[in-house]
Each structure stands twice: as C-alpha cells, then as structure tokens.
C-alpha cells in the first residue's frame, strides 16, 4: 500500500529522510498528488511551483540539499510575502504583475537552511477582511479564516507540511483554528519582517502555521538562526494559568465556551493551577485601541492603492475612510493607553509567575463564506501590546475544528511553545479525536 507521507509533520519527514525510508522525490510526489487531489476544491494556493521545477532544483544542488537541516523538503508563504521571480500580488489586481526581485528574510533563511518554495499561497485582499478563493478544507461553504487563508488550509489540508501567514489582528490564529492546525504568533519584534509587506507598522508580525508545535520550534529556531538541535524535553513543572473566555468582547459560541472550561478543567486535573486573571477591562480597551491605531496606519500605509479607490473593497475603503478621519492626537493617545495597558499584563505576569493565559483563538467554528471571514477580537488586544500567542485545536462541532489559545510573556515564546507541545500531546494521547 502506497504510504501518505503527505501526512506526516516536519519533523517526521526529516526523520524518514535520515532513516532512508523514503526518498526526497517521493515525498514531493505524494505532496503535489495531495494538492492534484484536493486543491481544486480547497483553493489554498496562489502560485505553486511546478513539480518538475520543485525536482530539478533539488536535483541541481543535492549534495546541498542532502547535507541541510530541511533536506529539500516544502514550505509555502502567503502571498503579501515577497518571493524572487515569483509574484506577490497582496490579493489585489493592483499588484497582479507584481514581481518582486530579492526574497523577504524568512524565505532566505529557510532556503539557506535547505528548505525549497513550493509556492504562494491566498490572502485576503492586503491582507484584512476581503475574502480570497480559498475554502475551508472541512466544509467548503465555510472559510478558511483571514487572512492567511490559504497558509492554514493548506497546511491543515496537508498541502505543505509548514508555511508562513502574516497577523495584523487575527490573522494567523483565527485561521489555524478555523482549520485546525497550529498557529503561532511571535513576540512583538522576534522576527525580520523585511520585504513582507506592510499593513499597519505598529501590529504586523510574521506568523508559522504547521500541524506539530515541534515544527513551529523548529522552524521558529531557523529564522533566529539557533541550534536545531531537539529541545530537552525537561520535567514538567505545574503550571500557573490564567483564563480569558472573550465574552466581554463579543458573541460567543456556547460549545467554544465549554471547550474552554473542559480544557481548563482537564489542566487542573494534571495538576496545573489556575490563577484569577483580574484585567479583562484591559483587553476590552485594547481590542477598542487596536482597532483604532490599525485604521489609522492602513490608511497612511496604502496610499499608492488609494490612487486607484475604485478596485479596492468596499472593506477597504471603509477602513481607510475610518483611519483618515482619526486625529493623529488621537492615534497618538490609543498608542499610549495601550503602552500602560500592556505594562499592567506584565506586572501581572510579574507579580502571579503566570505562565500563560488561556483563552479562545475566535469567537466558534468557522462561520459559513456569506458571513465573510470571522470576527478577529480574540486576537486583537494581545497583537497590539506584542505578546506570543499559540493556537492549537482541542475542539470540534460538527466536525469543525475550534483552537484555543495560549498567550505568553514577551520573548519567552521558547517556554509558551514548550507548554503548547506538552498540551497538544497530552489531548493526542488521552483525546484521540484531538490527534493531529
């Protein structure tokens, strides 16, 4: 019986690689059997490299690729990430013929360490509400998510066993649980964002999307250039956490809610402690000031496409229309309040030892395309004060995934990941539905 090694994360393949069990070829060819199959009612890719071309550049520099960290293996970067002689087009007729002429860093530094572009795939239009092609893998009358749509189904549809999404609100962590993979957001500055292209300056980050937290580590090492070496999985400590349920911010599914209780419950019973989070009048105003500082600096970021208003979204123009009318001492008082909102998080963390806060990645399962893209205010308030976020999918409803996520301290993403493993293998283990 012919095997899927399309199913198999990263650091799977690797291992299958350096045991000979299989060879590069054949796990390229059960990428794009995958994508042949699937794509056509999925629609996750925007470019994708041909299969032949994928194979004659391994086959150009194997001795390279044989001795890599990645050994010629995928990944795919959402399309507002530039690409050498590949378009990047933002998911806008305005930059159809967009061809950019050098990489964006986090492609370079995959490629340095021996991993090849599969190809681009959809987002939402510059990367906010305008929906593109892409379906959800479970049901294709739902979405994906933005706006890194066509990064989480493709990965979730095991497309590509890892690709890159951008976040400026939610846009990593609510497609990852829309699909059901891992999403992960760094702290604020932890990456190179050069030649990705900007939405709003004081929010964009560079997001992983895999099907392991194993794969996001690793990946997340080789775009800071660390040890690849496997991280020690040290004796687990209990946990201090804290819970955030998002029903102060907007409508809430009830079965989104009751996961989170089963999860916080199922912590407890492991021995972890949960701990009173006293600031959820912080994350309301800082959802608020999100929304406001990223009107603000869209409409200032996007003014060569607001020469040609008439092709941008009805979306778009309204977000523009709001940040041109925002005062700058406006935009200048929400980004102070959000500085002292966000020192009032630290001491939290400061003064608790909390490790991390427990909460929904959206608002429910993914809601049908004629209701647009999902609501993002799950995602927004720990974007704007720069925490590290980590979603995984302990959920389903109606056979649809639903992710909860984990926000961490600034710059310990190392340790919130290493809590993000440990809780996905522990529904893997003990919850089957859960396995990925």
């Not at 069990?21 to 059997?33: G, M």
């Not at 990946?219 to 800071?224: A, G, K, P, Q, S």
């Not at 709001?322 to 939290?348: D, F, M």
């Not at 927004?380 to 389903?396: D, H, K, N």
């Amino acid at each position: 019986m012919k095997r899927q090694w399309f199913k198999l994360p990263l650091h799977q393949l690797l291992h299958v690689l350096n045991t000979g069990e299989a060879s590069l070829p054949d796990i390229v060819a059960s990428f794009y059997e995958r994508i042949a199959t699937r794509d056509g009612q999925v629609g996750a890719w925007q470019y994708l490299i041909d299969q032949e071309d994928y194979l004659a550049e391994y086959e150009s520099r194997s001795d390279f690729y044989n001795a890599s960290p990645l050994r010629g293996l995928p990944f795919a970067v959402k399309d507002v990430i530039d690409t050498a002689d590949i378009p990047t087009t933002m998911g806008s007729v305005i930059h159809q013929d967009r061809i950019p002429d050098m990489d964006a860093s986090c492609v370079t530094a995959m490629k340095a360490a021996g991993g090849i572009l599969m190809g681009k795939t959809v987002t939402t239009e510059f990367a906010y509400f305008q929906a593109g092609k892409t379906n959800n893998p479970h049901d294709p009358e739902r979405t994906p998510g933005g706006s890194s749509s066509g990064s989480a189904a493709a990965v979730a549809d095991y497309m590509v066993p890892i690709a890159f999404g951008t976040q400026t609100a939610a846009s990593v962590i609510r497609p990852a649980s829309y699909c059901g993979c891992v999403g992960y957001v760094g702290s604020k500055n932890e990456f190179s964002l050069r030649n990705i292209q900007p939405l709003a300056q004081s929010l964009d980050s560079l997001g992983i999307i895999s099907n392991d937290v194993l794969d996001t580590l690793l990946v997340r090492n080789i775009l800071l250039h660390k040890s690849l070496e496997p991280t020690p999985h040290t004796k687990r400590t209990p946990y201090l956490f804290g819970v955030f349920s998002g029903e102060l911010l907007g409508s809430m599914q009830e079965k989104m809610l009751e996961t989170l209780q089963e999860c916080q419950q199922e912590l407890i019973e492991q021995g972890h402690q949960h701990i009173e989070f006293p600031l959820p009048d912080a994350i309301v105003e800082l959802t608020t000031l999100h929304s406001q500082i990223m009107a603000y600096e869209v409409a200032r970021n996007l003014l060569y496409e607001q020469q040609q208003h008439a092709t941008l979204s009805s979306h778009m123009q309204g977000l523009i229309a709001t940040g041109l009318a925002l005062p700058y001492t406006e935009y200048v008082a929400a980004l102070q309040k959000a500085e002292l909102h966000k020192q009032r998080l630290l001491q939290w963390f400061e003064n608790t030892g909390a490790d991390f806060i427990l909460a929904p990645a959206a608002s429910g399962v993914a809601p049908y395309k004629t209701e647009g893209t999902g609501a993002p205010f799950m995602s927004r308030a720990w974007q704007l004060v720069g925490l590290p976020v980590v979603s995984l999918p302990l959920g389903y409803y109606q056979k649809l995934p639903m992710g909860l996520q984990l926000i961490g301290k600034p710059h310990c993403d190392d340790s919130l990941l290493l809590h993000a493993k440990h809780l996905q293998q522990h529904f893997a283990n003990h919850h089957p539905a859960f396995a990925l």
